[in-house]
Structures are given as structure tokens and as C-alpha cells.
């Protein structure tokens, strides 16, 4: 595999990092299962992208890409919270509606960036290839992310956030507002995911409708091998090992797609990866029974 191709799949899994990030927050620390995370990553870039389009700050649009994440997880957190709707529901009707509301912003199937300037073009000093300096500014955005996330989730509000999802009625009866917690956390999720898909659209030179297909797969899949490869209980190394995951998840794929001795092709990226995550789930199940095996036979 070639360097360009090495520091692409670097490039792509540092911006799904974020997305990890975020699938981390909702399906692990609040126990909910949020499909928005597929509406939510093309609305970040459907909203640079056309904000850039106009003449915007590319800063600023991608804040607003921000923005509107967190209004989307606000938004399926608010349909589970205040209208009891169950949480995989709500976040499923989240999803549909954010198609057609992403194809209302862009007003077309897709939103072309090639001759707009971003944050890459304003802030990279061109001193090394695109190829190069891209990843190490992606690198310093997810380090940043990573360390705001640590901190977060040692105050009291990011405690009780934890503490909402590991159990939700024990944290009522230490007077924890839920609701609110939930709110907190899916707005926070969906923020990563948005900036994620920001990030993506202007490293790729445009926004598609198309582009959150199978997101919340590859989050999820980011997410399990971290797991499996670093198993961790301290917040700071499993923000880690998410990224790790991210990277290793989006490094697998690369090289199973440019081994020709496999025969791999673009198109079978969905059974790479469905793969990967059975790989990662089968794993750690056959590790313990190895070491209950080992540990059994020098006992007798």
C-alpha cells in the first residue's frame, strides 16, 4: 500500500474518530441506542458545505455544523424524554426526517467544494503535501476533542451524565435531573458527529446526501475494536481507545481493499466491515475462554 493511501485512510479515520467519539457518549455512557448519528453526520456537512457555498467563513459554517448537530440530538432526545417515545424510535424518526431536511439545505443531491476555501486551505501552511499536513491538523483537532471530552466528563455535569446511564434510577434518587442529562448528552453526541461530518465534507471537496449511509456502523465498529484492543475502565484511555479503534477500523479496510492477492473491491467495503465488527465482537469471548482454559489445566 502506498504512503498516499496509508495517510488516506488516516486522514478518513481520524474524522470518524470523532464520530466514535460521539457514539461512545450516546450508546455506551447513556445506554441509548441513536440511529441520528446517520442523519446528523451529512446534516454537518450539508451545512458547511452550503454555508461555504454562500460566502461564509469556513470557521463559521463549521461551527453552525455544529450547532445543528446538537439541535438534532437535542431534538431525539427531547421526542424520548418529554413525548416518551422509546429511544431507538425516536432516534430512528430523527434520522428520516434529517434526509429530507439535509436535501432541503443543499437544495440539490450534493454540494461541491472543490474551488471554495476551507479550514484546510486557510490553515495549512503548505510547507508538505495536502496529503500529509490534512491528517496532522485532524490529528490536533481529535487530541483537543479528546482532552475537552476528559474534562467534561469529570465535572458534575458530565458525572451525571455517566451517572444517568449506567443506572438511571439510582441517579434520580441522588436528585439528578435525567431528562436533562440525556438532553446534555445526546446534544454533545450529535455535535462530535456534526463536526465529523463537516470535517469530512471539506476534505473530500463536497457534501452528498448519500455520505451518512452507515455511519452509525462504522461508529459503532470504531468503538468494539477499540474495546478489544485496549480494554480500559478509566475515562482517559477509553476516549483513547476509541481513537485507536477509529484508526485501526479505517487502516483494516485500507489494506483489504488494496491487496490484490484478496480481490477485495470498492463494493465490498459493507462485508469488510461487518467482518471486522464480528471479529471484534468473537475476539474477547475466545481470548476469556482461552485464559479459563489455561488457567484450569495448570490447576490440575
Request: charged share 10%; no cysteine.
Amino acid at each position: 500500500m502506498s504512503a498516499f493511501a496509508l495517510l488516506g485512510a488516516v486522514e478518513i479515520g481520524l474524522v470518524f474518530a470523532l464520530v466514535a467519539l460521539g457514539v461512545l457518549i450516546s450508546f455506551r455512557m447513556l445506554r441509548f441506542p441513536d440511529l441520528t448519528v446517520d442523519g446528523s453526520f451529512p446534516l454537518g456537512g450539508a451545512v458547511a458545505a452550503t454555508l461555504i457555498g454562500l460566502g461564509v467563513d469556513p470557521f463559521v459554517a463549521t461551527a453552525a455544523a455544529v450547532a445543528a448537530g446538537a439541535l438534532a440530538g437535542l431534538i431525539t432526545g427531547w421526542l424520548n424524554v418529554s413525548l416518551k417515545i422509546m429511544d431507538l424510535l425516536a432516534s430512528i424518526l430523527m434520522m428520516i426526517a434529517l434526509y429530507s431536511i439535509n436535501l432541503r439545505i443543499m437544495g440539490r443531491p450534493n454540494v461541491p467544494l472543490i474551488s471554495e476555501p476551507t479550514i484546510f486551505t486557510m490553515l495549512l501552511p503548505g510547507m508538505l503535501p495536502d496529503y500529509v499536513e490534512r491528517p496532522l491538523l485532524l490529528l490536533g483537532v481529535v487530541v483537543v476533542v479528546k482532552l475537552a471530552l476528559d474534562w467534561f466528563f469529570s465535572t458534575e455535569t458530565g458525572l451525571a451524565i455517566r451517572a444517568t446511564g449506567a443506572n438511571p434510577r439510582m441517579a434520580r434518587a441522588q436528585g439528578i435531573a435525567t431528562g436533562r442529562a440525556t438532553l446534555v448528552g445526546m446534544a454533545i453526541s450529535n455535535a462530535l458527529v456534526g463536526l465529523a461530518g463537516a470535517l469530512f465534507a471539506q476534505t473530500q471537496g463536497g457534501a452528498d446526501i448519500s455520505m451518512g449511509i452507515g455511519t452509525i456502523v462504522i461508529g459503532l465498529a470504531a468503538v468494539i475494536v477499540g474495546e478489544s484492543v485496549m480494554p480500559a475502565r478509566r475515562l482517559v484511555w477509553i476516549t483513547l481507545a476509541v481513537i485507536v479503534g477509529a484508526l485501526l477500523y479505517r487502516l483494516f479496510i485500507a489494506i483489504a481493499l488494496n491487496s490484490d492477492f484478496i480481490g477485495l473491491q470498492a463494493q465490498d467495503l459493507n462485508l469488510v466491515t461487518a467482518l471486522l465488527v464480528a471479529a471484534a465482537l468473537v475476539l474477547p469471548r475466545l481470548k476469556g475462554q482461552l485464559k479459563r482454559r489455561l488457567a484450569s489445566q495448570r490447576e490440575h
